[in-house]
């Protein structure tokens, strides 16, 4: 059994990080193709509102993510981890980057309304 790795994110909706290679036409082709499962602040159908969600990984499956740039960005962003133990998304949460400009507008977002202009303006 090979070992796996665990990505912690805070993002609001899943990823699909693909990397890709030209082939002999110029044209890009997909090499690889890794889903990280988002969903954080985003209520499921039991009502309840995750922090953090997980998914796990091969191991032999990060350096094909470290090549994608877009992991890098969201990585570096605070929005990603990845650890080799299972953890408590929640409590990997709490450390973590809590929202990306996908994630649904909350009360507290209201409280001022010229952050609420900024928030949607930033969406498009």
């Not at 693909?18 to 997909?30: D, I, L």
């Not at 509102?49 to 570096?76: M, Y």
């Amino acid at each position: 059994m090979s070992k796996s790795a665990h990505v912690f994110s805070t993002l609001a909706n899943d990823q699909l990080y693909t990397n890709y290679q030209r082939n002999a036409s110029g044209v890009p082709v997909p090499t690889a193709e890794i889903l990280i499962k988002g969903g954080a602040g985003v209520a499921n159908k039991r009502m309840i509102t995750p922090l953090g969600v997980a998914t796990e990984i091969a191991e032999d499956s990060l350096p094909e993510l470290e090549k994608n740039a877009v992991f890098r960005q969201h990585r570096d962003a605070g929005f990603l981890v990845v650890r080799t133990r299972s953890a408590d998304p929640d409590k990997v949460a709490s450390d973590m980057n809590r929202r990306d400009l996908s994630a649904p507008l909350t009360d507290a977002d209201y409280q001022n309304p010229d952050d609420v202009a900024v928030k949607v303006a930033a969406m498009h």
